[in-house]
């Protein structure tokens, strides 16, 4: 069996990531015909053809896409391997992809990140801000090491470990007639009363799910794309919705007339980590959770 080298996978995922031959060998500092014939010789030890070569542009064949989440994969454990067999690194140094939804990332990242620089000067962090199904597509494919989410989501192949309860509060406008926030109900609010976010955004099915919104009709149609548009609709007084705890110091209500009113009842969502399942840096991902959890 020919095994392909560890610079073969390399130059082939750097191809996958810049779509272009000679960006790529740019990228990975070698001449494009030097890089051309390191594709062509992975393709014949493996004895499948990656790249489709008809036209102007690099098209990955579905073989190949399926090489490139492995060979990413290959490699991450080649570097661990070494790191390993070098007496190993500190806890939390080197490089860490983080993926981290955008309903946490305004709120809890800038409070922490500068405590865990001066504690962890040696960890070299790079952040993915994106929705949680897309951010569990790169999380698959080795792009990313390690999720900061909301809990819980389903996604097969990953560990999971949950942080901390994050509380949903109720959020209106100052003086809105639309609810009584010290005594609110949901049984009072009309219909089209709610706004939350569009599809697909995790904060959108937390709270239905944790502020027990069961009757839709008191949903409006009409959903925002970001907790920015959000906001600023609950300051027209077009709605009123819920928030979550960690933004109440956020400066995304600041200048607003938006005010947070504890619900009272238990709702909340769990935020966590999640990993690929057989990840040997677990040790460093509790770490790094208990260090959010303390600091946050």
């Known amino acids: 069996m020919n095994f392909p080298s560890t610079k073969q996978l390399q130059y082939f995922v750097a191809l996958v990531d810049a779509g272009h031959f000679g960006r790529a060998a740019k990228a990975s500092f070698v001449s494009q015909s030097a890089f051309s014939n390191a594709i062509q010789a992975l393709e014949t030890s493996l004895g499948a053809q990656l790249v489709d070569r008809t036209n102007r542009r690099v098209t990955i064949t579905a073989m190949g896409q399926e090489v490139h989440t492995l060979a990413r994969l290959v490699l991450r454990d080649l570097t661990d391997l070494v790191e390993v067999a070098g007496g190993g690194r500190e806890p939390l140094s080197g490089d860490l992809r983080l993926g981290v939804i955008p309903t946490i990332a305004p709120f809890l990242l800038p409070h922490v990140l500068p405590k865990l620089r001066r504690q962890y000067p040696e960890l070299r962090l790079y952040l993915t801000e994106d929705e949680t199904g897309r951010l569990y597509e790169r999380l698959s494919d080795g792009e990313l090491d390690l999720l900061l989410l909301a809990l819980p989501w389903e996604m097969r192949g990953a560990e999971q ?11 209106c406008r100052e003086g809105t007639q639309r609810v009584d926030p010290r005594n609110y109900r949901f049984s009072r609010l009309d219909a089209d009363s709610i706004l939350l976010l569009e599809d697909g955004h995790c904060l959108r099915d937390h709270a239905l799910a944790a502020c027990k919104i069961q009757n839709l009709q008191k949903v409006q149609r009409f959903a925002a794309s970001s907790l920015l548009t959000l906001v600023e609709m609950v300051d027209a007084d077009l709605g009123i919705t819920f928030l979550p705890e960690m933004s109440r110091q956020s400066a995304l209500l600041k ?13 909340y969502r769990n935020i966590g980590l999640a990993w690929r399942r057989g990840s040997n840096r677990v040790k460093e991902f509790g770490l790094f959770g208990e260090f959010l959890a303390k600091n946050r």
């Open 255 to 267: 200048n607003t007339r938006v005010r947070l009113y504890d619900l009272r009842d238990k709702s």
């Open 161 to 171: 470990k949950v942080l901390f309860k994050d509380a949903f509060y109720l959020a």
